[in-house]
């Protein structure tokens, strides 16, 4: 569900048949960004309150009724509308002591333009009542956000009579909207029958779209598919709505919020490995990855032999046998591309050729094409693999490919003399750990993963563990209890400076060949950290090297309940960046982390960016990655993970990626993870650094590929004047200057290599230039510098629209923007005291900074300009009626820092060294904070605050 609080642009009085009424007036008080009331009757009644609301017996009790349209709700078109809200903030005003407070109950609000009938609303409370704000709702409505973005669609809200004698008014502050709703959100998937495929066979891709917020159920949608090359489509098996095979658009026609789309490809030749089918709608896309495997080859397989014996601690004595693969002579081995052979060796053999056990990885040896021999082993076309045993017993080794044909089985018995034994121990000292963190006396824990490793253990290292020695102290962890099975040991120890500190993993003894300690993940941190932090083991992706883009297999990591905790982090870096570093004149402009997935639950993702060696990383995260998800980007082109664009370049010379894994959702039962094919995306163009160019909020055009064409600045400033003429003078003097709004024209282009990107860069583009608004829908100007006149800039707001026109392949228009001041600015303030001078050409809006003093009775703080009279009072609320957590005036210890910042009429405190916002509640409505021309003398107005610094831009 999303909320949206909308105002209305259009509001007309409605006299009705309640005659005589009288007239709301100001209405525009209650459109977006307007300040003041709205009245019915005024506050200066006139003479026998003729400009009142009248008693029952007067000429103009009745308050006029009030149409609200034109909100600009701008919804989806296709949202479901569940809920409408209706805010008002009135109140009922008397005139004097001498007469009352008038009648009037409760008005009736109603909805224009849709049907769903009239409420009624509160009865306008007297002036002095704390609560003002009233609202009423109407839900379980069943419309279309169509049906609320039509400028008709509003509000009508009429009072009814007054029914006593006393004259009075009407205050109203605001008129608003809450509309609640549900947007549509179509998720693709792919799915294929067969999972991979051979020259020449058929398969079958279903795409499928699903709008997962159930807001509409049926409607037409559009979805690109796309086909890569290797793949062509054979016919279309069934659609609903249409496909066109020409441009790959799916015209979907949604039934119950989904629809399906059945295609049926064929493999061309000589175009094999992994082919990405994509389908994209909307900002969502799936990607499912299809293995085409080459034509099969003949191949016969032989062993030596099927019996080896260990020698007695001695690999040089080691018995050898070898494996043979041999290719048939008269197959057509031409080996335009790799071929994967399956080789499940035991881990109790083991390969003696270095050479070959280095190509077999994770049980599988790939045979690379070769031009100068197309690919034949050797020149009997053989492949030898020697192996030795390592631990007694029986194996079976088996061979099997895609690439060839038939599978072939061999049985492998190993024998062992009597094992001699002995102790077993491997220690290291801590200086990796840094003495210089530690603290005497404080407890430490060194914890780390141990495993042995072994298949058919008989006499294999006991007693395995691992034991600190720290002076006279000796502490010992929990022994290993299984075999092939990861677990935690950990000891505490008391650390003594005097002392060296020593950990061993110590075992009973070690018999050659029959099993290996294996330990991962050391870890030594101060005993409450860890109790608080890392009481439970990390969890970590093994083997790390298949995250690598090279790799086709995957790493993989198992939740197992009741952990439910993170996995550590897994740090990546040593990107080859060389291509980047040897282009020229180039700007980054986005990173993008993608990452292949396969999970078995939904599972949180977080990928951080970072600069090695230094922890501190940028992140992006997804809480909620279903099964269905098998594929993950995180940023994009033009996004730049909070790093300012022009400090990418060097962030990336030594870049680190960060991943970890959560279990958000509580696993009840044991989850598998794989990830594989990390890869970190940068994208750049060149820059051409003789173009001249501009700069919004320190980001550089060039970051979005906007050329700069033209431009129409303001040239000077035009100012309206008033000149009072002096008696027996020989002049006049000037009483008032006001300078005129400026506007700026920038025409620019930019350019994209598809519609669909250029599209995005459009959306880039245009939050480029607009403004954000701050918490009174204000607009918060934007600064504007151009290359050829850096120490200045603009502070601008938009006029209207952007106007941009496809010209081919790029976007080309014009961007107005309006100086409200007309004039440009310093980039830096001009510091003064509390007493100074403007020295500026026009009239400034200051930051006036102030420091609190005690403040025990909790008065309001009053900061006035001594030559204008202007005030901003600031004054605390009723902490009783906050929480805890709440900012407010009463709650600034003495000492604190407190900005008036006069252009944006907000106040802020300084805490922490940042700078926080007071809420507007602490601003008094007759602050007219300051603009000031030529001398100016702040004062503060009570003792409980002292001027600290005037600042201000200068103007020109």
Known sequence: ????????????????????????????????????????????????????????????????????????????????????????HYDKVSYSSETAY?????????????????????????????????????????????????????????????????PGYIRMSYLRVVITYVAENYIPTITSSPQSAVYGNKFTATFKIKESNKAIPSANVSAQITI???????????????????????????????????????????STGAKNLKITIGSNSSQKTITILPITYSCSATISGNTLEIPS????????????????????????????????????????????????????????????????????????????????????????????????????????????????????????????????????VFGCFAKYNGNNIINGAKNLKIVCLNGDSVSWSEKVTSVDTWEFLEIEFEYNSMFSVEIQMYGDYLDYGNGTPLFSNFILMEKSYYNDKYQTPALFLEPLENLLETSEEESSLMFEPPE???????????????????????????????????FEQETGV??????????????????????????????????????????????????????????????DNPCEIKINNISLVIYYSEDIATQCGFSIDDIHCKYFNINWLNNKLPEGAEWDVNLLKIDGGDGAEATR???????????????????????????????????????????????????????RYYSYILNNTIDLESTGGSLKGSVELVIPDGLSRSLNLVRSEDVGNVKSLSKVEPVVELILGANPDKKPV?????????????????????????????????????????????VSYKENEEWKLLPIENIDLSSTFFIIQNDFDFKSESEYCTINEVSYYTKH
């Open 1 to 88: 569900m999303a909320t949206k609080t909308v105002e209305p642009r259009r509001i007309s009085n409605v006299n009705g048949n309640d005659i005589p009424y009288r007239a709301m007036t100001n209405v525009s008080a209650l459109t977006p960004g307007a300040s003041g009331v709205a009245t019915w009757g005024s506050s200066n009644p006139g003479s026998s309150y003729q400009n009142a609301i009248a008693g029952k017996n007067g000429s103009r009790r009745c308050p006029s009724r009030i149409d609200c349209t034109n909100y600009q709700a701008e919804l989806p078109a296709n949202a479901r509308v569940t809920a409408i809200g209706v805010q008002y």
């Open 102 to 166: 008038p009648d009037i109950r409760s008005p009736t609000i109603d909805l224009l333009g849709v049907n769903v009938g009239a409420k009624t609303g509160n009865a306008p409370p007297r002036a002095t009542a704390s609560n003002k704000t009233f609202s009423v709702s109407w839900t379980g409505l069943n419309l279309k956000g169509s049906d609320v973005n039509k400028t008709d669609f509003g509000v009508a809200f009429k009072l009814p009579c007054n029914r006593n004698d006393d």
């Open 228 to 270: 890569p090359s290797g793949l062509q489509i054979v016919r279309v098996i069934s659609v609903n709505g249409s496909f066109n095979s020409s441009n790959k658009t799916w015209t979907a026609k949604t039934s119950n919020y989904s629809a399906t789309l059945q295609l049926e490809l064929s493999t061309i030749s000589n």
């Open 313 to 444: 601690n001695n690999p040089d004595e080691a018995q050898t046998l070898y494996l043979n693969l041999n290719f048939g002579k008269n197959s057509p081995i031409d080996f335009y591309t790799s071929i994967n052979i399956n080789i499940n060796i035991p881990d109790s053999l083991q390969i003696s050729d270095s050479n070959i056990s280095s190509k077999i990885v994770g049980g599988v040896y790939t045979i690379q094409a070769n031009n100068t021999n197309n690919g034949w082993i050797n020149n009997k076309n053989t492949l030898t693999i020697p192996l030795i045993g390592v631990t007694e017993g029986e194996y079976d080794i088996t061979i099997s490919s895609p690439n060839i044909t038939g599978s072939y089985t061999f049985h492998v018995i190993v024998t062992m003399p009597e094992p001699t034994s002995g102790l077993y121990y491997g220690a290291f000292q801590l200086p990796q750990f840094s003495y210089d963190n530690m603290i005497d006396g404080e407890t430490y």
């Open 564 to 598: 439910k905790i993170s996995s550590t982090e897994h740090y990546l870096s040593d990107f080859n960046l060389t291509p980047l570093k040897e282009a020229h004149n180039i700007k980054i402009q986005g990173l993008a982390v993608e990452i292949d997935v396969d």
């Open 606 to 667: 977080t990928v951080g960016l970072g600069t090695k060696g230094e922890k501190k990383y940028f992140y992006e995260s997804s809480s909620n990655v279903s099964p269905e998800t098998y594929h993950l980007t995180f940023g994009g082109k033009y996004e730049n993970w909070t790093i300012p664009f022009k400090d990418l370049p060097e962030f990336l010379n030594n870049v680190e990626l960060v991943l970890q894994l959560d279990d958000d959702h509580e696993l």
């Open 737 to 791: 200057a006001n300078i005129k709004d400026k506007s700026i024209e920038l025409e620019i282009e930019f350019e994209e290599d598809n519609f669909k990107d250029l599209q995005n860069l459009k959306d880039y583009v245009i939050d480029y230039f607009t403004p954000l608004r701050d918490r009174l829908n204000k607009p918060i100007p934007k600064k504007l510098v151009f290359d050829h006149q850096d120490d």
């Open 862 to 906: 009053v900061v006035k300009e001594a030559y204008t009279g202007q005030k901003v009072i600031l004054t605390g609320r009723d902490l009783g009626q906050l929480s805890v957590s709440e900012p407010d005036l009463n709650r600034l210890a003495s000492g604190t820092r407190i900005r008036i910042d006069s252009e944006n009429l907000v």
